[in-house]
């Protein structure tokens, strides 16, 4: 059974800079296209960056710019550097396949908060 744990999350300020880290286990990551969703209180879980498996990237605009993912498939990790954090940012981040198939994990959060 595949399991994705997520770590990295915390308190930050306005303007910081967290690396998030989503470790999995299995094979089957090498080839999935992987994704990092976020979701807060009371909102919907949404996307906020895909990379393919050849390394082809997208985000949503309102992190354009301000993230980035990036994958190791030797190790298995996927990344989300996230900086210029604002409080709308705040959520408790999850990985998962782009379209999502494995179990969800326990999530990181991350608050962003003066």
């Known amino acids: 059974q595949e399991q994705l744990v997520e770590s990295g999350g915390g308190l930050v300020q306005p303007g910081g800079s967290l690396r998030l880290s989503c470790a999995a286990r299995?094979?089957?990551?090498?080839?999935?296209?992987m994704a990092w969703f976020r979701q807060a209180p009371g909102k919907q879980r949404e996307v906020v960056a895909s990379?393919?498996?050849?390394?082809?990237?997208s985000y949503a605009g309102s992190v354009k710019g301000r993230f980035t993912i990036s994958r190791d498939n030797a190790k298995n990790t996927l990344y989300l550097q996230m900086n210029g954090l604002k409080p709308e940012d705040t959520a408790v981040y999850y990985c998962?396949?782009?379209?999502?198939?494995?179990?969800w994990g326990q999530g990181t959060q991350v608050t962003v908060s003066s």
């Open positions: 998962n396949a782009g379209a999502p198939k494995y179990s």
């Open positions: 299995g094979t089957i990551f090498r080839i999935d296209t």
């Open positions: 990379i393919t498996s050849d390394g082809r990237t």
